[in-house]
């Protein structure tokens, strides 16, 4: 009995076929024809004149793609250094022995990243108003704070932490949630036994046991921070804020994009904002790689 | 362990044969049954296989049929709905009595926006004849004249006479490079709306006002603070550094623009600065007369209805608007012309636009030319226009009708219409250019700066805040210059690969 002829030698690339051809499509060939673009300018994708490395040699003078970094990276800075601490002490609350309803806790805390970001915008736009918003208007009632003061026009992306903030420090909570629940009780207990404090077990035990948790949570919020684009854009009306201030990487990406019709310098922007992922990422490893070792 | 398992094939388990060599009919069969491809697909496709292959079969039979049944017969997109209702009826009596037959299509503005821009940019279907406000139609003429997606109008427009009909400041926004692409749906000239029991219970006679500094003297009263919280208990006008319309449009007001009429960049004009100037001192510091209460916001219409604020700078569109949103002002509120800014100086202003292009796709000119009349010409459409919209006509021989003097219980029986038309003809002229948008937002970034320089500085004269302002305008053109420079399709005779 031949057991081959039920599965052939083209057998797995048959099943694989689907992916690959998918994967050429719309992947590699868009890679590909999009660094090819990065060296044109576009009127769309019919008109285009080639310019080299004009795209990028523009970029690194264009100070609004410099802004629009620096923007970006204050929102990186926010989310890793406010949202992902939060989070952490919320996980820290929800895992002591004896909490009541933490079920309960976990779903209220994980809720607001069910909501989509268009919709957080939405909510977070009368919220932020002048004079009529429910911030100044409870401010004021509490504090006397000035009902005109402007935070979507002059501290744009402290608007946009504590937008994101709402958002997602639930979400990274249930990581580090199911981290600490893995963490070896028998080994705090050890370092209980030997005298240790609360704030040396977390700082001895708890946090090199989630530490690739911990490593992979602030790899995907630096990564989603830098894609940054339907908050601010709804939060500010379809625009990037006074004097810009609002205005991130994929944000200017998809204006010179789509609103202004160059493909080839929005191409660049994008190639840009990949390489500085991958700089970040492999960084970032790095440096995790060290602590282990 | 991925590797453990995996490095081997021997740990997947042997699969029975499918096919049974020695109870096939026939050798040839059987060497047909045994072929390779012919056990996998008989492998694959499990009952689950088939009903995927079913329904992807299925649902391309959907697809198919849908896509054949489109109407036969013209396109056209519009953006705005009060439009689309106005244009039914005629539309049903043009396909009653006229070939061929008009579907009209309403979509959102920000639709209508990306499926033109994605049309004319990659040459994907749009309607024959697409109906665009200023801000979506200039993203038109970013490229080379010959890859404008609308059909160039300039001869026929001509030929026909509608040079002349139309009022002509309503071309510019539609014109790029000298050439027309868009039939004027308005004119849209500005005056001044305010609270006119508020100003009349103060004793304030507006005949008297005919510069924005007389404005403010007049009715510096209303902002006391009568109810002793600090603050003036309303602001006397709705103008704020975020609203980039109200800034052009008092920046065209003063004469000033973004663009010259050959569409140069003119951003560092001195008019320009004097205009960002003065509004700086409008916003802050002592002499603070303004207020942030944005249309089409819950918030702005509150503080308009509060009486927060005085006045408000009102196009003819925004006369419906306000009374859709805001009943409760009805008989409260006055027009006036704007107030100037020098003695003798011009009155109104514009703010918005609309037009009416044929895609240069369509398979029809002819027919999408004459629709484009047929609608925009008519003066039972100009009637509607007025009736329910407040907007004006642009052309000139309909502004003798009488419906355009009919009194408005809103205005306190002023006849709006009337006093549009008076202004409509001192209208400045815009230009189409595909960075006017860009560009005001650069001013807005300008004036903000401005107003954080003269907090800082404690600065809160025109005179003292000039020097400033042209430095930011200054930035402001160098950076539009730097884009427009760089657009090499924009350029005399310059045309893309294609």
Same mark, same amino acid.
């Given at each position: 009995?031949?057991?081959?002829?039920?599965?052939?030698?083209?057998?797995?690339?048959?099943?694989?076929?689907?992916?690959?051809?998918?994967?050429?499509?719309?992947?590699?060939?868009?890679?590909?024809?999009?660094?090819?673009?990065?060296?044109?300018?576009?009127?769309?994708?019919?008109?285009?004149?080639?310019?080299?490395?004009?795209?990028?040699?523009?970029?690194?003078?264009?100070?609004?793609?410099?802004?629009?970094?620096?923007?970006?990276?204050?929102?990186?800075?926010?989310?890793?250094?406010?949202?992902?601490?939060?989070?952490?002490?919320?996980?820290?609350?929800?895992?002591?022995?004896?909490?009541?309803?933490?079920?309960?806790?976990?779903?209220?805390?994980?809720?607001?990243?069910?909501?989509?970001?268009? #919709? *957080?915008? @939405? /909510?977070?736009?009368?919220?932020?108003?002048?004079?009529?918003? !429910?911030?100044? $208007?409870? %401010? &004021?009632?509490?504090?006397?704070?000035?009902?005109?003061?402007?935070?979507?026009?002059?501290?744009?992306?402290?608007?946009?932490?504590?937008?994101?903030?709402?958002?997602?420090?639930?979400?990274?909570?249930?990581?580090?949630?199911?981290?600490?629940?893995?963490?070896?009780?028998?080994?705090?207990?050890?370092?209980?036994?030997?005298?240790?404090?609360?704030?040396?077990?977390?700082?001895?035990?708890?946090?090199?046991?989630?530490?690739?948790?911990?490593? #992979? *949570?602030? @790899? /995907?919020?630096?990564?989603?921070?830098?894609?940054?684009?339907? !908050?601010?854009? $709804?939060? %500010? &009306?379809?625009?990037?804020?006074?004097?810009?201030?609002?205005?991130?990487?994929?944000?200017?990406?998809?204006?010179?994009?789509?609103?202004?019709?160059?493909?080839?310098?929005?191409?660049?922007?994008?190639?840009?904002?990949?390489?500085?992922?991958?700089?970040?990422?492999?960084?970032?490893?790095?440096?995790?790689?060290?602590?282990?070792? | 362990?991925?590797?453990?398992?995996?490095?081997?094939?021997?740990?997947?388990?042997?699969?029975?044969?499918?096919?049974?060599?020695?109870?096939?009919?026939?050798?040839?069969?059987?060497?047909?049954?045994?072929?390779?491809?012919?056990?996998?697909?008989?492998?694959?496709?499990?009952?689950?296989?088939?009903?995927?292959?079913?329904?992807?079969?299925?649902?391309?039979?959907?697809?198919?049929?849908?896509?054949?049944?489109?109407?036969?017969?013209?396109?056209?997109?519009?953006?705005?709905?009060?439009?689309?209702?106005?244009?039914?009826?005629?539309?049903?009596?043009?396909?009653?009595?006229?070939?061929?037959?008009?579907?009209?299509?309403?979509?959102?503005?920000?639709?209508?926006?990306?499926?033109?821009?994605?049309?004319?940019?990659?040459?994907?279907?749009?309607?024959?004849?697409?109906?665009?406000?200023?801000?979506?139609?200039?993203?038109?003429?970013?490229?080379?004249?010959?890859?404008?997606?609308?059909?160039?109008?300039?001869?026929?427009?001509?030929?026909?006479?509608?040079?002349?009909?139309?009022?002509?400041?309503?071309?510019?926004?539609?014109?790029?490079?000298?050439?027309?692409?868009?039939?004027?749906?308005?004119?849209?000239?500005?005056?001044?709306?305010?609270?006119?029991?508020?100003?009349?219970?103060?004793?304030?006679?507006?005949?008297?006002?005919?510069?924005?500094?007389?404005?403010?003297?007049?009715?510096?009263?209303?902002?006391?603070?009568?109810?002793?919280?600090?603050?003036?208990?309303?602001?006397?006008?709705?103008?704020?550094?975020?609203?980039?319309?109200?800034?052009?449009?008092?920046?065209?007001?003063?004469?000033?623009?973004?663009?010259?009429?050959?569409?140069?960049?003119?951003?560092?004009?001195?008019?320009?600065?004097?205009?960002?100037?003065?509004?700086?001192?409008?916003?802050?510091?002592?002499?603070?007369?303004?207020?942030?209460?944005?249309?089409?916001?819950?918030?702005?219409?509150?503080?308009?209805?509060?009486?927060?604020?005085?006045?408000?700078?009102?196009?003819?569109?925004?006369?419906?608007?306000?009374?859709?949103?805001?009943?409760?002002?009805?008989?409260?509120?006055?027009?006036?012309?704007?107030?100037?800014?020098?003695?003798?100086?011009?009155?109104?202003?514009?703010?918005?636009?609309?037009?009416?292009?044929?895609?240069?796709?369509?398979?029809?000119?002819?027919?999408?030319?004459?629709?484009?009349?047929?609608?925009?010409?008519?003066?039972?459409?100009?009637?509607?226009?007025?009736?329910?919209?407040?907007?004006?006509?642009?052309?000139?021989?309909?502004?003798?009708?009488?419906?355009?003097?009919?009194?408005?219980?809103?205005?306190?029986?002023?006849?709006?219409?009337?006093?549009?038309?008076?202004?409509?003809?001192?209208?400045?002229?815009?230009?189409?250019?595909?960075?006017?948008?860009?560009?005001?937002?650069?001013?807005?970034?300008?004036?903000?700066?401005?107003?954080?320089?003269?907090?800082?500085?404690?600065?809160?004269?025109?005179?003292?805040?000039?020097?400033?302002?042209?430095?930011?305008?200054?930035?402001?053109?160098?950076?539009?210059?730097?884009?427009?420079?760089?657009?090499?399709?924009?350029?005399?005779?310059?045309?893309?690969?294609?």
């Amino acid at each position: 009995m031949n057991t081959i002829v039920g599965r052939s030698r083209w057998t797995p690339l048959l099943f694989l076929a689907p992916f690959i051809v998918t994967f050429l499509l719309f992947t590699a060939y868009p890679l590909v024809q999009s660094v090819n673009l990065s060296m044109h300018q576009t009127y769309g994708p019919k008109t285009s004149t080639f310019v080299g490395s004009g795209n990028f040699t523009q970029l690194f003078s264009d100070p609004l793609f410099w802004k629009a970094l620096s923007n970006t990276f204050l929102f990186a800075l926010g989310s890793v250094f406010l949202q992902l601490p939060l989070s952490l002490g919320l996980a820290l609350l929800l895992d002591r022995p004896g909490v009541r309803g933490r079920l309960l806790f976990r779903l209220i805390y994980f809720s607001p990243s069910l909501a989509g970001i268009v #919709f *957080v915008a @939405l /909510l977070f736009g009368p919220i932020f108003e002048k004079n009529t918003g !429910l911030l100044n $208007v409870w %401010l &004021n009632s509490w504090i006397g704070f000035d009902l005109e003061f402007p935070w979507m026009e002059r501290h744009v992306m402290t608007g946009l932490i504590v937008a994101g903030m709402w958002m997602y420090v639930g979400f990274n909570m249930v990581y580090f949630l199911a981290a600490l629940q893995n963490v070896d009780r028998s080994i705090e207990e050890a370092a209980l036994v030997d005298g240790a404090g609360p704030w040396q077990r977390f700082r001895h035990v708890t946090v090199p046991a989630i530490r690739p948790v911990a490593g #992979f *949570v602030v @790899l /995907l919020s630096i990564i989603g921070s830098f894609q940054l684009f339907e !908050l601010p854009f $709804v939060l %500010l &009306n379809n625009t990037a804020g006074p004097d810009n201030r609002g205005l991130t990487v994929v944000m200017y990406l998809y204006q010179t994009g789509f609103e202004v019709g160059d493909l080839g310098y929005a191409s660049a922007i994008g190639w840009s904002l990949a390489i500085l992922l991958m700089i970040l990422a492999v960084g970032l490893r790095l440096v995790l790689q060290r602590y282990e070792d | 362990m991925f590797t453990l398992l995996f490095r081997s094939g021997d740990y997947l388990p042997p699969l029975p044969p499918i096919v049974d060599p020695e109870k096939s009919p026939s050798a040839a069969s059987d060497e047909l049954l045994r072929s390779p491809m012919a056990t996998t697909v008989r492998a694959a496709l499990s009952p689950g296989g088939w009903v995927i292959v079913l329904l992807a079969g299925l649902s391309t039979l959907f697809v198919m049929a849908r896509a054949g049944t489109s109407r036969a017969g013209l396109d056209m997109w519009v953006f705005a709905r009060p439009h689309h209702e106005m244009y039914l009826p005629n539309v049903e009596s043009w396909n009653a009595n006229q070939d061929p037959d008009l579907n009209l299509y309403l979509l959102s503005l920000p639709a209508l926006e990306r499926r033109m821009s994605s049309g004319f940019l990659s040459d994907t279907p749009v309607a024959d004849l697409i109906e665009a406000d200023v801000r979506v139609a200039s993203r038109a003429f970013t490229g080379p004249l010959k890859d404008v997606g609308f059909l160039d109008l300039t001869d026929r427009i001509r030929e026909s006479g509608i040079d002349e009909e139309i009022n002509p400041p309503s071309f510019t926004p539609w014109t790029s490079r000298g050439r027309i692409f868009g039939l004027p749906h308005d004119v849209h000239p500005v005056m001044l709306a305010y609270r006119a029991d508020l100003v009349e219970a103060a004793g304030i006679d507006v005949t008297a006002i005919e510069t924005w500094d007389d404005f403010i003297r007049a009715m510096s009263p209303l902002m006391a603070d009568e109810d002793g919280d600090g603050r003036p208990d309303r602001y006397l006008l709705n103008v704020w550094e975020t609203q980039i319309d109200t800034i052009e449009a008092f920046i065209l007001q003063a004469g000033g623009g973004y663009f010259d009429e050959q569409e140069r960049v003119a951003i560092n004009s001195e008019i320009n600065a004097k205009v960002i100037a003065t509004i700086a001192t409008w916003i802050t510091g002592p002499g603070r007369i303004a207020v942030d209460a944005q249309e089409f916001t819950a918030s702005g219409n509150r503080l308009k209805l509060e009486g927060f604020v005085v006045a408000s700078i009102m196009p003819d569109w925004l006369g419906g608007v306000w009374k859709h949103d805001m009943g409760d002002l009805s008989g409260k509120v006055k027009l006036m012309p704007l107030p100037a800014w020098e003695p003798g100086g011009r009155r109104t202003t514009v703010w918005g636009g609309t037009m009416l292009g044929i895609a240069r796709s369509t398979q029809d000119p002819e027919a999408a030319w004459e629709i484009a009349k047929h609608l925009y010409l008519s003066e039972d459409l100009a009637r509607q226009l007025y009736e329910s919209n407040g907007i004006i006509s642009p052309i000139r021989r309909l502004w003798s009708r009488d419906f355009y003097d009919v009194p408005d219980d809103f205005f306190q029986g002023q006849a709006p219409g009337r006093m549009y038309i008076e202004l409509a003809p001192s209208v400045p002229r815009r230009t189409s250019s595909p960075f006017n948008q860009i560009a005001k937002e650069r001013v807005r970034d300008a004036l903000t700066r401005l107003r954080e320089y003269a907090e800082k500085e404690q600065l809160f004269t025109v005179e003292a805040l000039l020097p400033e302002a042209r430095s930011q305008l200054e930035a402001a053109h160098a950076d539009i210059q730097l884009r427009v420079d760089r657009n090499m399709f924009l350029k005399d005779g310059a045309e893309g690969q294609r």
